[in-house]
T-cell receptor, first 110, second 114 residues
Framework: TQLLEQSPQFLSIQEGENLTVYCNSS?????LQWYRQEPGEGPVLLVT?????EVKKLKRLTFQFGDARKDSSLHITAAQPGDTGLYLC??????????FGTGTRLLVSP | KAGVTQTPRYLIKTRGQQVTLSCSPI?????VSWYQQTPGQGLQFLFE???????NKGNFPGRFSGRQFSNSRSEMNVSTLELGDSALYLC?????????????FGPGTRLTVT
């Protein structure tokens, strides 16, 4: 059973466009992380959100944790080719294993 | 601070053989987790070790095993390899304490079983 569903699965856009990736669950998490993975490499941690309703900004990336701590979103403004990659959300509960989302593959073309 | 290192980076094995993968965590991190990543199944959790003890385990057969040493370095072993074991195996380290869920991944070991 996949506890974290991401949408969309694939996204192909032009440089300069905006986009939003969603990460949804029926479970409550104590924290949620977002990672980006490039081909042949391991995922790289982008951000951790902990408080319901929390919004964090990382340059052109905006992350939001849902009020009920069951969902999250990642918004990218003016996407660039360097944003291309696989975006993964991951939810954490106490000492339980980290649960990863299904992933969103983003391709930004010049 | 040095990141997570994994060796080897690439490996080709034959069906039926066994393989051992190694992971060195970030200095000071006591938790090491292993994941299998395939195009079809995504990132799947194998197991987590904390202070030399297995703390969590995923839904993988007993052919997959691991251990952690006193210096937090970890090894993962897969016996009787099957074609379906071909994947990118990722190791991630974290502090492992309450609230410290951020994981830092190594570059992975690409295992190909022929």
């Amino acid at each position: 059973t996949q506890l974290l569903e991401q949408s969309p699965q694939f996204l192909s856009i032009q440089e300069g466009e905006n986009l939003t990736v969603y990460c949804n669950s029926s479970s409550v998490f104590s924290s949620l992380q977002w990672y980006r993975q490039e081909p042949g490499e391991g995922p790289v941690l982008l951000v951790t959100v902990v408080t319901g309703g929390e919004v964090k900004k990382l340059k052109r990336l905006t992350f939001q944790f849902g009020d009920a701590r069951k969902d999250s979103s990642l918004h990218i403004t003016a996407a660039q080719p360097g944003d291309t990659g696989l975006y993964l959300c991951a939810g954490a509960r106490s000492f339980q294993k980290l649960v990863f989302g299904t992933g969103t593959r983003l391709l930004v073309s010049p | 601070k040095a990141g997570v290192t994994q060796t080897p980076r690439y490996l080709i094995k034959t069906r039926g053989q066994q393989v051992t993968l190694s992971c060195s965590p970030i200095s000071g991190h006591r938790s090491v987790s292993w994941y299998q990543q395939t195009p079809g199944q995504g990132l799947q959790f194998l197991f987590e070790y904390f202070s030399e003890t297995q703390r969590n385990k995923g839904n993988f057969p007993g052919r997959f095993s691991g251990r952690q040493f006193s210096n937090s370095r970890s090894e993962m072993n897969v016996s009787t390899l099957e074609l379906g074991d071909s994947a990118l195996y990722l190791c991630a380290s974290s502090l492992g304490t309450i609230g410290s869920h951020e994981q830092y991944f190594g570059p992975g070991t690409r295992l190909t079983v022929t």
